[in-house]
């Protein structure tokens, strides 16, 4: 079975400062995506960035950008330029490959920016 | 940008009573999801459905849970008897054909209140 492990419960940044968020995984499948999910204080799920396995380049969106260890099974967060608005909940996610299969969850990181 | 939707925000219900959650899909989409979090934890699968069928259903899904499209618009989640356990956030997700993107949307989520 598939499983995700986030081991920062909580951490905070100075605004504009850059912030990475771990996230491990483990899975014997070679298909797979990898995503960040962002669920601030309105309890939305907002997809932040998402990786496929089978790319060795890193997703970048804007600020966001991941660094993907496929052998290390390790998908890291990096938020750069830090914003009040980046406060949230960041959970990272396991999806195999296949039409309809379910997302895995960690159990999330609570990022706090500071003034 | 289409959404997907989701009714009522809020539930409060009495142990014993049946809930219907109700969500609209972003339109083009197959492949439909039910998730749920119960305060601070977090995000768990509760059942996929595709082509009018559960493709896959969590242990949590058990007989009290169905679902079911019963037009070409929206997806349903029936609880028949609700639990005090049954209380969380309800997420409703939706994904588009094969051969597209692999992320799922999700919807803005009901939170179901069992007294």
């Known amino acids: 079975a598939q499983t995700v492990t986030q081991s920062q419960p909580e951490m905070s940044v100075q605004e504009a400062e850059t912030v990475t968020l771990s996230c491990t995984y483990d899975?014997?499948?070679?298909?797979?995506?990898l995503f960040w999910y962002k669920q601030p204080p309105s309890r939305q799920m907002i997809l932040v960035i998402r990786?496929?396995?089978?790319?060795?380049q890193n997703a970048t969106e804007n600020r966001f950008s991941v660094n993907f260890q496929k052998a290390a099974k390790s998908f890291s967060l990096k938020i750069s330029d830090s914003q009040l608005g980046d406060t949230a909940m960041y959970f990272c996610?396991?999806?195999?490959?296949?039409?309809?299969?379910?997302?895995?969850f960690g159990t999330g990181t609570l990022l706090a920016v500071q003034p | 940008e289409p959404e997907v939707t989701q009714t009522p925000s809020h539930q409060v219900t009495q142990m014993g009573q049946e809930v219907i959650l109700r969500c609209v899909p972003i339109?083009?989409?197959?492949?439909f999801y039910w998730y749920r979090q119960i305060l601070g934890q977090k995000v768990e699968f509760l059942v996929s459905?595709?082509?009018?069928?559960?493709?896959?259903k969590s242990e949590i899904f058990d007989d009290q849970f169905s679902v079911e499209r019963p037009d070409g618009s929206n997806f349903t989640l029936k609880i028949r008897s609700t639990k005090l356990e049954d209380s969380a956030m309800y997420f409703c997700?939706?994904?588009?054909?094969?051969?597209?993107?692999?992320?799922?949307?999700f919807g803005p989520g009901t939170r179901l209140t069992v007294l």
């Open positions: 899975t014997s499948e070679s298909n797979y995506y």
């Open positions: 997700a939706s994904r588009r054909p094969p051969g597209q993107a692999d992320t799922q949307y």
């Open positions: 990786q496929e396995a089978y790319k060795q």
């Open positions: 996610a396991f999806m195999r490959g296949g039409a309809t299969n379910k997302l895995i």
């Open positions: 339109s083009n989409h197959l492949y």
């Open positions: 459905f595709y082509n009018n069928e559960i493709s896959e």
